[in-house]
Antibody, heavy 119, light 112 residues
């Protein structure tokens, strides 16, 4: 049974870089043929897709965030990561990592981690 | 503003059926069979209920079904139960601008 766990700082200063890691257990990040992605939910609003990476390394980004986002895979550690540059208060959200059976079908989710951007 | 349009709220009584719509364009819902539906209870991770328009993942009740007509996808929940009360989001693959994924704005389901 695949299990995902987000980790990273809960507080990031405005204009700095938000870095999150998703550790994958119960399966190989390169063996399952899955998409790996990040989704966030700002307080009081809906879900927002951030980025996906295929196990082969192909990446897909939300056009509204693309200039600030990098998603990557570390196969040696069986984890994938998100970096979001130049954060503002608008980036305050619960961030989820997820595993998809296809590009938009996330079947397995992490528990989510709340990140607050402070000024 | 979300690329996919959902009603803000729907409601139904236990045992009834409800349908939530998700309207997009030919660049997303209408052009591809990559439409998913998620159930989201506050404080929990979203749960995939339907993918590829009509497919139910293992373990999801057959009271949940998906369909699509033109640029609009729909999620139908039959035999409403109290535990179905949650927020529901659709998503779709889109080739508008660059290939990516979009979510709908979400629909709050109230079981009366």
């Amino acid at each position: 049974q695949l299990h995902l766990q987000e980790s990273g700082p809960g507080l990031v200063k405005s204009s700095e870089t938000l870095s999150l890691t998703c550790s994958v257990s119960g399966g190989s990040i390169i063996g399952s043929g899955s998409y790996w992605g990040w989704v966030r939910q700002p307080p009081g609003t809906g879900l927002e897709w951030i980025a996906n990476i295929f196990y082969s390394g192909s990446t897909y980004y939300n056009p509204s965030l693309k200039s600030r986002v990098t998603i990557s895979i570390d196969t040696s550690k069986n984890q994938f990561s998100l970096k979001l540059n130049s954060v503002t208060a608008a980036d305050t959200a619960t961030y989820y990592c997820a595993s998809g059976v296809n590009i938009d079908a996330f079947a397995i989710w992490g528990q989510g981690t709340m990140v607050t951007v402070s000024s | 503003q979300s690329a996919l349009t959902q009603p803000a709220s729907v409601s139904g009584s236990p045992g009834q059926s409800i349908t939530i719509s998700c309207t997009g364009t030919i660049s997303d819902v209408g052009g591809y069979n990559y439409v998913s539906w998620y159930q989201h209870h506050p404080g929990k991770a979203p749960k995939l209920m339907i993918y590829d328009v009509t497919i139910r993942p293992s373990g999801v009740s057959n009271r949940f079904s998906g369909s699509k007509s033109g640029n609009t996808a729909s999620l139908t929940i039959s035999g409403l139960q109290a535990e179905d009360e949650a927020d529901y989001y659709c998503s779709s693959y889109t080739t508008s601008a660059t290939p990516h994924v979009v979510f709908g704005g979400g629909t709050s389901l109230t079981v009366l």
